[in-house]
């Protein structure tokens, strides 16, 4: 048999194949395990590339192959006789096509080894299907590639799905995005046209934002990157966002699909009406979609709806997620082409109303389990449907007189949904806009029930918004009203949020008297008797009774699992975790949340294990078992990443920088931080108490490690910096952080300027330690500005003597605080660390005793400070500080074992011959001095010997 004229005449010539790679070695495992090869896939996701690049590939073996294209074919005959032609046959007129196919089976089955490559076979799958098999039987040594968007559905036919390439997401760092397969392909096709491209972070992250955009999808990439020689990135990503339709340009270098519209008008033209009306309609769903939705909004007449669902997967037009409870989406320009053909259709207004009707129900059904009995199954329900939610908002929110719309009920439980999974997740931006309205709305519209609820939800984002004052004032309001709510239970839920705000806000005797008043009526419903039990356990917490709260934890935890509660666990374990922490007991708090977590979490969700994870790594880090809160720290990340809680994360991040600090892992933990940072800078709008802690630690951070300046711009990008009264107290608890940066860097000025502004707007502070410590780093700086002679005027005085004794009370704050305690020691010891000596020292024995009595011993001024005493000075009687240096040194080696006279008499004057009654006298004359300084009920005489109290700390430095 002659050979064919060459080995590969495809019109796809191969190119540098880009993110394929697993790809290409799927597809070669399949064609040496199978004798028929479909590689499918949607429009534009580049099969005809991939089968040439693995063609090329093979060009020095010496399997021979064919390739035909039947883009432009209109039957087989037209194949067939392109086939012939490449192997050289000669065909008669008018010969019956039936002739011709087994002439051709003969020819083929002479090979030894021949591959048979037929390209865009979609238009012909039927036919093709009956002469490829018919083939294989002829030929047993032919092997066949066949790309199409429809499988060939014959028993020797395996399956190649090509799916797009998977674009970076959101907050990868530069190095993950740079070695991106989307954004390198992107790159690479843009340098073809412009020369040169910078990846630099800020360049990356835009190429990352234009990617995703474009779903990874091979051709549309490509046809974008030729606009990098007129545009810029930033440019490009902006004209995808308002002019979508510009993906239409044609490239007249490219004689097919050279537009993605023209790739995917192909497909559509194959399908059947039932089929095109599905496609159409599913341009309604915002995002991934299951069956049951399809079915409650779709119409396609008397066709099945799932029928044309499976006809549409299988033709590459719809891809699938998950493989559990699978969820179908469309591809961003699938969906695009869909709109305009069902805007040409018509009833869409009809196909929105079922689609709300459809939201609304679930909506209901999820917030019930969700909100009260925290179901996790309902909970992910409600993000699977994020963006439907969203979608159907954007629509209505503006629809005049919509409260007299049938739809109005529906569409409020649609924004209760929305508002509860965007607090949820932290992301409240405008929440509180589309809200206020509806909760008038629904009250004017007779919804007792749908009012309340939306109260709530505002209330909600205002505890986000870090808006406690009017959030309690809010609550207020809002009891009454649910007492007359028809749904059971809504008046308890209120009680209950009203005490944990007053908690939080410290008005703890207004808390219990609503504590008091649910009490007797928790039993009236399964959800309530858990959640009781946890905000009684947060109480006895803040009044000082904190293993009366372990008690209550652990009861609540009981009513949980008696009720079947899920969602409060994760509430109760943290809060149980930090109660045995505060207890001493960080062991019993990580054994305790790890037999939950053992019995299996699937229960928790990511969010839950996320926040879990999280407060191990803190039990770990505070036990200094750092390789541990790094291992939990990375572990509540991930989690975090899944649950999409932005503001979470960067606080997970923050704090996992800071774990691989400590461990002087430096690069890791600027690279943690700079998430962090880059996080809370790109959220629109998050849970504004965890964003303000996460980029307080992320920049203290920063300071630790000598980086202040950048500490300062990444606050100053996050336009956080002007302080005013209707700013949250989160925000407002930065800026008095930027301004201790500020006075730090000796920018006294505007550290001043802006701590008046914050003081004159009266705004809230959710940790007032940090504007005192920014008070303290300006007066500093004043200080050290100041000259010799100014240093000894009245302005600084009693300055270090003041600050002194504050130490006492910042350390107490530390201890009590729901601010990363970390970032706030870290931020005392800076401070300190600015003071001139011995003051520092002095500060650093006091803080290190923090709130427990201690005597500090200041080695190096040979000073000492007994409990509530101020500072003595022993640098002029060195006897006496060398006697009481003896007494700490075995206080701290022996607790309660006595230093023998004998010992003293070595020590203090080893060069001298006593008698006992002189010896005596020295010590008498010495210890009575040391007990006029403050030290009378620390020195105790024992047997021949004298000993410091053991029930007292020494500390020394």
Known sequence: MEKPISKHQSKCAPEALIGRTEDLWKLEQLIDAHRLVSVLGPPGVGKSRLVASFVESRSSEPL???????????????????IA?????????GEQFESTRDQLGRALAAFDELLLVIDNADRLVEPLAAVLQHWTRQAPDLNIVVTSRQPLRIDAEARLELAPLQPPSPDAPAAEIANNAAVRLFAERARRVCGSLDLDEENLAVIGELVRRLDGLPLAI?????????LSIEEIVERLRLSPQDLALADSRQTRFSTLEAAIAWSWELLDDAEQAGLAQCAVFAGPFDVSMAEAVLDVGESSVLGVLLGLREQSLLGVEGSGAPRMRLLTSVRRFARRRLDDMGGVESLWGRLVAYLGQESRRCLVEAERMGRIGALERLQALHLQLRAVVERYERTPDLEQKEEFPAFVDCALALAYIASHIGQIAGLRELLEPLAASAAAAGLPTRHVLLLNAIAVVDTLAG???????????????????????????????????????GRLDEARRHLDAVAPRFAQTTWCESWYWYFHAQWLAATGENSESIDAYERALEAAGRTGNEGVEVHVLSGLAIAHIKDGSSVTARQRVLERLDSGSAWLGSYGEAHLLQTLAVSAFLDECYDKAIELGEACVTQFRRSGAPADLALGLANLAWYHFVVDHRDQAAHFARQAENLVEAADAVSEFVASAALVSACSLRWKMGDEETAVAVIERSGRVSPSATASAHWNTVVSFYAGLLAALGRLERAEEVLEELESAGGELVEPLLIELARAQ????????????????????????????????????????DFPSWTLEDLVELTIAQMPQPEATFANLQYAAGTQPALLLATQHKAFRAPEATWGDLS??????????????????????????????????????????????????????????????????????????????????
């Open 467 to 505: 808006r406690q004052p009017d959030l309690v004032e809010r609550l207020e309001d809002i009891a009454p009203l649910a007492a007359e709510s028809d749904r059971d239970g809504d008046w308890l839920w209120i009680e209950l949020r009203l005490a944990s705000e007053l908690i939080w806000t």
């Open 64 to 82: 021979e192959t064919v390739h035909t294209d039947l883009a432009g074919a209109s039957s087989l005959v037209d194949m067939c006789a392109e």
């Open 876 to 957: 002029r009687s060195e006897i006496r500080w060398q006697l009481l240096d003896l007494l700490a040194q075995r206080r701290l080696d022996a607790p309660g074992e006595v230093v023998h006279i004998d010992e003293i008499a070595e020590r203090l004057w080893p060069d001298e011959v006593l008698t006992p009654s002189s010896l005596k006298n020295r010590l008498y004359v010495n210890l009575s001095k040391l007990r006029e300084a403050n030290l009378d009920g620390l020195l105790l005489r024992g047997e021949d010997g004298y000993l410091l109290d053991p029930d007292v700390r020494v500390l020394r430095q």
């Open 85 to 93: 032609r490449q192997l050289r046959l000669e065909q008669r007129p």
């Open 778 to 817: 300006l007066d500093i700086g004043h200080w050290r500005r100041a000259g010799d002679g100014e240093r000894t005027s009245d302005r600084f005085e009693n300055l270090f003597a003041n600050l002194s004794n504050k130490i006492d009370h910042w350390a107490e704050r530390i201890a009590t605080t």
């Open 222 to 230: 490509e046809l974008v990157a030729r606009w990098k020689s007129l």
